[in-house]
Nanobody, 122 residues
């Protein structure tokens, strides 16, 4: 499966962005889809994801109540709606797909998009 992330940009604190991840090659419903981010000089960290059957969603504590992961199976696209953005949300955001394993661990995800930059200014 090939993943193409888009929707990043520069916003002020308190603003919103919606990231998109378009999957091709295989339907995204066949995989557990997730979002990670990597700030400059830091390790890649989990942000949000679906369970394998997309019956559940998972979020890192720092984004709960502000970010929402969703999907449109007809468009084979997964979204990350980000509201109330903070400067600490500044990072390159990656969408990823896994066939199994822990939803929380980057090593579980075999397929990665190219990343999209999100910059939040104070």
């Amino acid at each position: 499966v090939q993943l193409q992330a888009s929707g990043g940009g520069s916003v002020q604190a308190g603003g919103s962005l919606r990231l998109s991840c378009a999957a091709s090659g295989r339907t995204s419903s066949s995989f557990g889809m997730g979002w990670f981010r990597q700030a400059h000089g830091k390790e890649r960290e989990f942000v949000a994801a679906f369970s394998m059957l997309a019956s559940s969603t998972y979020y890192t504590d720092s984004v709960k109540g502000r970010f929402t992961i969703s999907r449109d199976n007809a468009k084979n696209t997964v979204y990350l709606q980000m509201n109330s953005l903070k400067p600490e949300d500044t990072a390159v955001y990656y969408c990823a797909a896994r066939r199994g394993g822990s939803v929380w661990l980057a090593g579980s995800y075999a397929y990665w998009g190219q990343g999209t930059q999100v910059t939040v200014s104070s």
